[in-house]
């Protein structure tokens, strides 16, 4: 009861933020209905373990003392966020408010490369994310690394298989060179969807969301929880099939939806296959490829445009079969579709409007995140301060 009371006042000092004033301590037990005596015990305890932080106020015209002002602290407790994707690495930091105060990106081709080097390499990038978090003040309570494949429930650390890494059946404390400091994997687009549910101004309890970059995830929320699945497989939307006798993938099946609306088809389609990445591929040419299809598209480039549209009917009609079988409120782009969304949503729209006929649909409920690229590393490092907030017990005292 005390853990569940502890998240209750934590939450409501947290979701008030400073406007029009802080709150106090009697302004938190008349919120959350619980006694002065019993708020006052919490925020001592909250104090104590670095999660609020209070100070006093100055008089605003009404009779008695200053008041003292409540709010999440700005230093302590942390989430390190980490990412590998196929052409990056990137680190962040989050305050307990959800404030990222750490940013780093760092390109270069990691598809076909050996996992224990490109590991290293991340653990080398999340140290120095935490030395520039501890210059701040900030300190790390837990680690969450996105990855761009299947992480299978339950502890072990094991990313079962990332395709377009190339990488199948990696245990990350094998590889990662300080075992105090091992990240928890989870798959790109569930820490994507997370990152949308917890952050959006208007967010849904029911939704898919689709991402892309070289490969296409999706994630499922539903009634606020992300879907997993039986064994954590969940989502593998990149590789249903659209086109039964269709291309090759590199999963080892043909016609699936990655090969027709992916990075890599879409820029083949367009002209630009030089500037695209594949396993075992090498390096593409200096640039960013999604922001290079944008800025085609913004100028008219005909192949350009005509292969944004085949590829939003290629997602539509995957996206059709997902509506019909979770009947969700909404559906988000992420990632670089969410960057590419002025070109792809008329053609997935209608698709959707042809194909979702058994139950009501409107346009507007397919929407572009506005995280975009971003959605999954925000998410890492928020998994560790959403949980806290759940448990704030999760903190040492003192």
Not at 44 to 63: F, N, Q, Y
Not at 93 to 113: F, K, M, T
């Amino acid at each position: 009861m005390r853990r569940r009371n502890l998240s209750v006042v934590l939450g409501a000092v947290a979701a008030h933020g400073s406007l029009p004033r802080p709150l106090s301590r009697a302004d938190v037990a008349g919120r959350v209905g619980l006694t002065r005596a019993a708020v006052s015990s919490l925020v001592d305890e909250l104090i104590g373990r670095g999660a609020l932080t209070e100070a006093e106020t100055s008089p605003d015209g009404r009779v008695g003392r200053p008041g003292r002002a409540l709010s999440v602290t700005d230093e302590g407790p942390a989430g390190l966020g980490l990412e590998i994707g196929v052409n990056h690495l990137g680190a962040c930091v989050v305050d307990l408010r959800g404030e990222p105060r750490v940013w780093r990106r760092v390109d270069g081709v990691n598809a076909g490369r050996p996992a224990g080097r490109v590991l290293a390499e991340a653990a080398a990038l999340a140290a120095e994310a935490q030395a520039e978090a501890a210059g701040l003040g900030l300190r790390v309570e837990g680690r969450v690394l996105a990855v761009p494949g299947v992480v299978p429930n339950g502890p072990g650390g094991l990313v079962e298989r990332a395709p377009n890494l190339g990488w199948h059946g990696v245990r990350l404390a094998d590889h990662w060179p300080d075992p105090d400091t091992v990240p928890e994997p989870e798959n790109e687009a569930n820490l994507g969807a997370l990152a949308e549910h917890w952050t959006a101004e208007q967010a849904v309890d029911t939704f898919v969301h689709v991402s892309a970059e070289t490969g296409i995830g999706a994630a499922l929320v539903i009634d606020g929880r992300l879907f997993r699945g039986a064994r954590g497989f969940a989502g593998e939307l990149g590789h249903i099939p659209i086109r039964p006798d269709g291309v090759e993938c590199a999963c080892g099946a043909r016609g699936c939806l990655e090969q027709y609306a992916g990075e890599a088809a879409v820029l083949r389609e367009a002209g630009l296959a030089q500037y695209g990445g594949a396993a075992g591929a090498g390096a593409a040419p200096a640039g960013d490829p999604i922001a290079l299809l944008a800025e085609r598209a913004a100028a008219g480039h005909a192949p350009t445009l005509a292969a944004l549209d085949r590829a939003g009917q290629a997602l539509g009609l995957a996206l059709a079969s997902a509506v019909e079988l979770i009947d969700p409120d909404g559906l988000v782009l992420g990632g670089a579709y969410a960057e590419l969304a002025d070109w792809l949503l008329p053609s997935v729209r209608a698709e959707l409007a042809a194909r979702v006929t058994v139950r009501p649909w409107a346009p507007e409920a397919l929407r572009p995140s506005a995280l975009g690229r971003r959605g999954p590393l925000l998410g890492a490092a928020l998994t560790t301060v959403r949980r806290i907030m759940a448990d704030p017990t999760l903190l040492p005292v003192g």
